[in-house]
């Protein structure tokens, strides 16, 4: 599944028509933690990132084949895994994440200038 907020898409189809919104780094932050709250809401998933193109990163084969020394680092920051997906790739960094789930913290965007600047990626 995919969540596109209104406005904040870096030149998506589903934003044409709608005035681009020019968000700080501290505000996509904080839409990013907004978003990991709704998804500690739900359920029946193997793995979600917040982001920009996170596909690459939610696939479990993908992930073990070619992040693992990231996954045993901790270092792919807002990573969600189930309990059951790659549970030997899971190092200090994993923490408890809502029912049945763990993940690598979110750490925020990196960058204080605003998108249309600076694009988060």
């Known amino acids: ?8 898409g870096n030149g998506v189809a589903l934003d044409r028509g709608h005035e681009p919104a020019q968000l700080t780094t501290a505000e996509l932050t904080q839409l990013g933690h907004r978003l990991y709250q709704l998804l500690s809401g739900f359920t029946g998933y193997q793995a ?6 996170p596909e ?6 993908e992930l073990g084949r070619e992040w693992a020394d990231e996954l045993v680092a901790g ?5 969600v895994l189930a309990r059951a997906v790659l549970p ?21 965007e990196g960058s204080p200038t605003p998108t249309s600047d600076n694009p988060t990626t």
């Open 1 to 8: 599944m995919s969540v596109l907020p209104r406005g904040v």
């Open 88 to 108: 030997d790739l899971r190092g200090a960094g994993w923490v408890p994440f809502a029912p049945g789930f763990r993940w690598i913290p979110y750490t925020g």
């Open 75 to 79: 270092t792919l920051s807002g990573v």
């Open 48 to 53: 979600a990132q917040v982001g920009w193109d």
């Open 56 to 61: 690459w990163r939610v696939d479990p084969a």
